[in-house]
């Protein structure tokens, strides 16, 4: 009779969860992000609830969140209801957060349902116009001839921008001084008022002050030339080692979400990304769309956890 019970429970169960798929949503979808509004993880979320607004005829919303190196927006998806209504705009602090924290209160791995990558921009390496370098190359040797007095800022210990110029540090074997700041406007405001010499930045961030002047892009950190930026070379063809660092965006859904749910979710995402009005506004961001599957997605997410996880215990970097 016990075994019974339990069976029956588990089939109403299943049943309650299939309907509910059927009927998503039916309600007010939240799209959680780990940062203050106006950045690059912002803008894409605000792009993405908008498209599922529109498909879904139910507002989808963006709710910011931002502190703890993005683990309290993480954390509270994390724990919400695997009912689709709560998403996180995830991004690269995802993955690197895995390494640089210790006893988190939740797994990325292991605590979401990845949904889709919806984006990523490579980052660049941008200086202030008046630093004597016209390439990267200059700018090693600049930083050689005059050892610990260049600068580099990022949105500090352990943000994807440190964890770029670390790395930029040690493959060109060069004393530059890291300046942390706590965000990456903040970071971003005194390099282009030349109080501290470059700093890396994704192109969404970086395209508009390129444009203007205020920044001189030198380098573009990925395998390609950028198509927002196809005048800067790679790093590879810069004549220095190359370095491949890209910040990517996605959605992801609390572990045990129903994969009816998972796969509207996807499909609505995928279908809004393939459209020549979202092609286009990506890549006035500066950024470049997916639509992935939720397999490519995981697969994706556990190679950056793994690749990233090296550079951080190689490189001895600490979060703040």
Same mark, same amino acid.
């Given at each position: 009779?016990?075994?019974?019970?339990?069976?029956?429970?588990?089939?109403?169960?299943?049943?309650?969860?299939?309907?509910?798929?059927?009927?998503?949503?039916?309600?007010?979808?939240?799209?959680?992000? $780990?940062?203050? *509004?106006?950045?690059?993880?912002?803008?894409?979320?605000?792009?993405?609830?908008?498209?599922?607004?529109?498909?879904?005829?139910?507002?989808?919303?963006?709710?910011?969140?931002?502190?703890?190196?993005?683990?309290?927006?993480?954390?509270?998806?994390?724990?919400?209801?695997?009912? =689709?209504?709560?998403?996180?705009?995830?991004?690269?602090?995802?993955?690197?957060?895995?390494?640089?924290?210790?006893? #988190?209160?939740?797994?990325?791995?292991?605590?979401?349902?990845?949904?889709?990558?919806?984006?990523?921009?490579?980052?660049?390496?941008?200086?202030?116009?008046?630093?004597?370098?016209?390439?990267?190359?200059?700018?090693?040797?600049?930083?050689?001839?005059?050892?610990?007095?260049?600068?580099?800022?990022?949105?500090?210990? =352990?943000?994807?921008?440190? #964890?770029?110029?670390? #790395?930029?540090?040690?493959?060109?074997?060069?004393?530059?001084?890291?300046?942390?700041?706590? =965000? $990456?406007?903040?970071?971003?405001?005194?390099?282009?008022?030349?109080?501290?010499?470059?700093?890396?930045?994704?192109?969404?961030?970086?395209?508009?002050?390129?444009?203007?002047?205020?920044?001189?892009?030198?380098?573009?950190?990925?395998?390609?030339?950028?198509?927002?930026?196809?005048?800067?070379?790679?790093?590879?063809?810069?004549?220095?080692?190359?370095?491949?660092?890209?910040?990517?965006?996605?959605?992801?859904?609390?572990?045990?979400? *129903?994969?009816?749910?998972?796969?509207?979710?996807?499909?609505?995402?995928?279908?809004? #990304?393939?459209?020549?009005?979202?092609?286009?506004?990506?890549?006035?961001?500066?950024?470049? *769309?997916?639509?992935?599957?939720?397999?490519?997605?995981?697969?994706?997410?556990?190679?950056?956890?793994?690749?990233?996880?090296?550079?951080?215990?190689?490189?001895?970097?600490?979060?703040?």
């Amino acid at each position: 009779m016990a075994q019974a019970t339990i069976l029956f429970a588990a089939v109403a169960s299943l049943c309650a969860l299939s309907a509910s798929a059927q009927s998503y949503p039916a309600r007010p979808i939240r799209i959680i992000v $780990g940062f203050a *509004p106006g950045g690059a993880v912002d803008i894409i979320a605000r792009i993405s609830a908008q498209r599922l607004s529109e498909a879904f005829g139910r507002t989808a919303v963006v709710e910011n969140r931002p502190g703890a190196s993005t683990n309290i927006a993480a954390d509270l998806v994390a724990k919400a209801a695997p009912d =689709g209504y709560t998403l996180l705009m995830g991004s690269s602090s995802n993955a690197t957060n895995m390494t640089l924290f210790r006893n #988190l209160p939740y797994e990325t791995l292991r605590d979401f349902a990845p949904v889709t990558q919806v984006g990523y921009g490579p980052q660049v390496l941008a200086m202030h116009p008046s630093l004597p370098a016209k390439s990267v190359k200059e700018l090693v040797a600049l930083s050689r001839k005059i050892p610990g007095q260049l600068s580099y800022a990022s949105a500090g210990n =352990g943000s994807s921008q440190h #964890l770029a110029g670390e #790395l930029f540090k040690m493959m060109n074997k060069v004393d530059i001084v890291h300046v942390p700041y706590k =965000g $990456g406007q903040p970071a971003l405001v005194d390099v282009i008022g030349g109080q501290v010499a470059y700093l890396f930045i994704n192109t969404l961030e970086a395209l508009p002050h390129a444009k203007s002047g205020r920044l001189k892009v030198l380098a573009v950190a990925s395998a390609r030339r950028s198509s927002v930026l196809p005048e800067v070379p790679t790093f590879a063809e810069s004549g220095v080692p190359p370095l491949v660092s890209e910040t990517w965006w996605g959605l992801l859904a609390p572990a045990g979400t *129903p994969k009816e749910i998972i796969a509207r979710l996807h499909g609505e995402i995928a279908r809004g #990304l393939a459209t020549a009005e979202l092609k286009e506004r990506f890549t006035t961001l500066g950024a470049e *769309p997916v639509g992935s599957s939720p397999e490519q997605f995981s697969a994706f997410i556990r190679e950056e956890v793994q690749k990233w996880g090296d550079v951080v215990r190689k490189l001895g970097i600490k979060a703040d």
